[in-house]
Structures are given as structure tokens and as C-alpha cells.
């Protein structure tokens, strides 16, 4: 459990909407929970600062206000039912994540499988895994609670490396026209 919350009142102005967007989507990025209508909440610590203070900015910049308040529940229901939201939507992300794995995982088996063994298809591979990586990596920084779908999430990317490595083994093989290549 967190010693407590900061919770965001966002006013922005209605126009132009490139603010609201863009306050949004750094919200968002930061994994901040949606309470309703211009409020959000992130736990009370440190790795949340930067997201915070980059939200007051494009705030500022978009001539509106934000108000930041610590807070904590009521009680320890409170405190642990915005936990629970919290982690609802970490679950949901790593959910999100698992499914793409699963995605490039059928991708190079059906590369595989029609034997396209070309260094461009790697390379597309290789983007796809790269890109699964970053989201990983910011999934991983804003799970600050530890919600159980992150190990399975880390399992499952270690698998789709491994078989993006041996995909390249074939794409090697195959232009090389070594033994063992794919016919």
C-alpha cells in the first residue's frame, strides 16, 4: 500500500484541443488512474514527480490550472479501493501487452511457417520486438504495486526474444546457405 496519493484537478481550456490531448496523453503515459472529468490520481512517490511536473507544464502552457492535492482515503476501504483501480488498470495494460506477444509470436511462426527468411521481415521482427521491449520497460515503471500479471508479461517476452533469436538463426542460415538452413 502507498503512504498516500497526489490528485490532479486539471482545467484546461476547451480550444485548441492539441492541450487536452496532449495533457491527456502525458497523464496517461505516467499510467495516472481517471477519477472523473479533469482529476487523476497517482501514488505519492518519486518515480511519479517528473510526470507530474511535465503535466503542470503543459497545464501552464495551455493558459488553465492544475491543483494538486495529497490525499488518502478516509479509511483503510478507501485506501485500498483507489489501490484496487490502480492495479484494475495495470492488469489491464500487462493484458493488452500479453496479447501482442501473442501477435509476434504468430507473426514469425507464420514467417516460419511460408519460410519467408529475408532480412527485411528480420528487421521488421526485430522493430516489433524492440517496441515490445519499451512497453515493457514503461508497464514495468509505473506497476508500482506489483500486480501479478507483470511476471507472467516478463516471462512471456523472454519467450518471444528467445524465438525472435532463433528466427534470425534461420534467416542466417538461409542466406548463407549453411547446413541446417531451411528449405
Known amino acids: ?58 497545464v501552464e502552457r495551455a493558459e488553465g490550472e492544475v491543483t494538486i492535492l495529497q490525499a488518502s482515503g478516509r479509511g483503510e476501504a478507501d485506501a485500498a479501493r483507489l489501490q484496487a483501480l490502480y492495479d484494475e488498470a495495470r492488469r489491464a495494460e500487462w493484458i493488452e501487452f ?46 508500482v504495486f506489483g500486480t501479478p500479471e507483470a511476471a507472467q508479461a516478463t516471462a512471456r517476452l523472454k519467450d518471444c526474444a528467445a524465438r525472435c533469436e532463433d528466427y534470425a538463426e534461420l534467416v542466417f542460415r538461409a542466406l548463407h546457405q549453411l547446413p541446417g538452413a531451411p528449405k
Request: hydrophobic letters at 45%; one cysteine or more; charged letters at 35%.
Open 98 to 143: 500479453l496479447a501482442d506477444c501473442g501477435k509476434f509470436e504468430a507473426e514469425i511462426a507464420k514467417e516460419i511457417r511460408i519460410k519467408k527468411f529475408t532480412l527485411a521481415e528480420l528487421e521488421e521482427e526485430e522493430q516489433s520486438l524492440d517496441r515490445l521491449r519499451r512497453w515493457h520497460r514503461d508497464l514495468t515503471s509505473r506497476d
Open 1 to 58: 500500500m502507498t503512504d498516500g496519493w497526489l490528485v490532479l484537478l486539471v482545467r484546461i481550456p476547451t480550444e485548441p484541443s492539441r492541450h487536452r490531448v496532449a495533457v491527456w496523453r502525458e497523464l496517461r503515459k505516467a499510467g495516472a488512474l481517471s477519477l472523473g472529468q479533469g482529476v487523476w490520481a497517482v501514488p505519492a512517490l518519486p518515480i511519479f514527480e517528473a510526470a507530474v511536473r511535465r503535466t503542470t507544464e503543459l
